[in-house]
């Protein structure tokens, strides 16, 4: 069971702007920022979003990260059928002194 | 850009040591936090532990009793040992590092490819 929770599955068509949620606790999310990766099958994660809304060198602008208390959201606009992976959050935990993830959301593009 | 890279058995028996070593390239250990996650398969990712290059470590709490992880600076290296293994601890095993330096806040920029570990007799 993951500290952080996401739905298991996310879908949209090419074109359409999805969000996935992602809800903590004010140990967690409530008191720290929230980063996103994003997952191919088969390979390793990948720093999508940090520091709530920040986006690495690389990252599209499609892709946008937000907070508000103990939940964020990462949203996909304009979604491409590229964009089909698992997607998670993670968050420092004060209580656990170390960072937590959710459970991972696979996003399947129709 | 940093590269790194797991290497270990990739089969280990119950009650066994697992074993792990993650090599940095393009770029140093020092300044920076390491961390090794894992995945076990088809599940989310949890973080086993952080070691910075001074040797401090950090733990979670639920596998603290097993586990060390140790730096080898002149090698450009850190490890990864986890006690009396069973099936539980089957997973894909990950190195990766914190982003900014001097900092650990879940901020992982760098991943190693993984290395699946299966605990079976």
């Known amino acids: 069971q993951s500290v952080l929770t996401q739905p298991p599955s996310a879908s949209g068509t090419p074109g359409q702007r999805v969000t996935i949620s992602c809800s903590g606790s004010?140990?967690?999310?409530?008191?720290?920022?929230v980063n996103w990766y994003q997952q191919f099958p088969g390979t390793a994660p990948k720093l999508l979003i940090y520091?709530?809304?920040q986006r690495p060198s690389g990252v599209p602008d499609r892709f946008s990260g937000s907070k508000s208390g103990t939940s964020a959201s990462l949203a996909i606009s304009g979604l491409q059928s590229e964009d089909e992976a698992d997607y998670h959050c993670?968050?420092?935990?004060?209580?656990?002194?170390?960072?937590?993830f959710g459970g991972g959301t696979k996003l399947t593009v129709l | 850009q940093v590269q790194l890279q797991e290497s270990g058995p990739g089969l280990v028996k119950p009650s066994e040591t697992l074993s792990l070593t993650c090599t940095v390239s393009?770029?140093?250990?020092?300044?920076?936090?390491w961390s090794w996650i894992r995945q076990p398969p088809g599940n989310g990712l949890e973080w086993i532990g952080y070691?910075?290059?001074?040797?401090?470590?950090m733990y979670n709490p639920s596998l603290q009793s097993r586990v060390t992880i140790s730096v080898d600076t002149s090698n450009n290296q850190f490890s990864l040992k986890l006690t009396s293994v069973t099936a539980a601890d089957t997973a894909l095993y990950y190195c990766?590092?914190?982003?900014?330096?001097?900092?650990?806040?879940?901020?992982?920029?760098?991943w190693g490819q993984g290395t699946l570990v299966t605990v079976s007799s």
């Open positions: 070691v910075f290059y001074t040797g401090y470590t």
């Open positions: 990766a590092r914190e982003g900014r330096e001097g900092y650990a806040d879940s901020n992982f920029d760098s």
């Open positions: 993670a968050a420092w935990d004060d209580s656990l002194n170390g960072p937590v």
């Open positions: 520091n709530n809304n």
């Open positions: 393009r770029g140093s250990i020092s300044t920076f936090y």
């Open positions: 004010t140990s967690n999310i409530g008191r720290n920022t």
